[in-house]
Nanobody
C-alpha cells in the first residue's frame, strides 16, 4: 500500500504562486509514477501533470503549460507542483495520485491506484 498526503494548498491572489507537495509512504518511492489531478466546482477531475520514475515531467492541459511545474525529490519521497501566475479558474481541489504500473495512461484517473485526500486551492481575482 501507498499513502499519499498533499499539502500546500490555500488561498492565493490571481497572479500569485503556490507550491503543492505530495508526500508518499509505504513503498519505495522511486517505483512510483506520481500525478496531480484537480477538480473544480461542477467539473470533472482533470489531469494536471505527472512525473515519471526518471524525473521526466508530463504536462496536462494547455491552460497550465508554462505555469505549472512538477518535480520530485526521491530523497524526501515527495513530489512538488509549483504553480505560478495563478488564475481564478485554477480554483479546485488538487489530488495527488500514484501508480506502480508500467503500462497505463498518464492522463486517466484509472491509471493510478493510490490517491491522496486532496488539498483545496482557491485563487481570488
Amino acid at each position: 500500500q501507498v499513502q499519499l498526503v498533499e499539502s500546500g494548498g490555500g488561498l492565493a491572489q490571481a497572479g500569485g504562486s503556490l507550491r503543492l507537495s505530495c508526500a508518499a509512504s509505504g513503498r519505495a518511492f522511486d517505483t512510483l509514477v506520481v500525478g496531480w489531478f484537480r477538480q473544480g466546482g461542477g467539473k470533472e477531475r482533470e489531469f494536471v501533470a505527472a512525473i515519471k520514475r526518471s524525473g521526466t515531467g508530463i504536462s496536462g492541459a494547455d491552460s497550465t503549460k508554462g505555469r505549472f511545474t512538477i518535480s520530485r525529490d526521491n530523497a524526501k519521497n515527495t513530489v512538488n507542483l509549483e504553480m505560478s501566475d495563478l488564475k481564478p479558474e485554477d480554483t479546485a481541489v488538487f489530488y495527488c495520485a500514484a501508480t506502480q504500473k508500467y503500462l497505463f495512461t498518464y492522463i486517466r484517473e484509472s491509471g493510478y491506484e493510490y490517491w491522496g485526500q486532496g488539498t483545496q486551492v482557491t485563487v481570488s481575482s
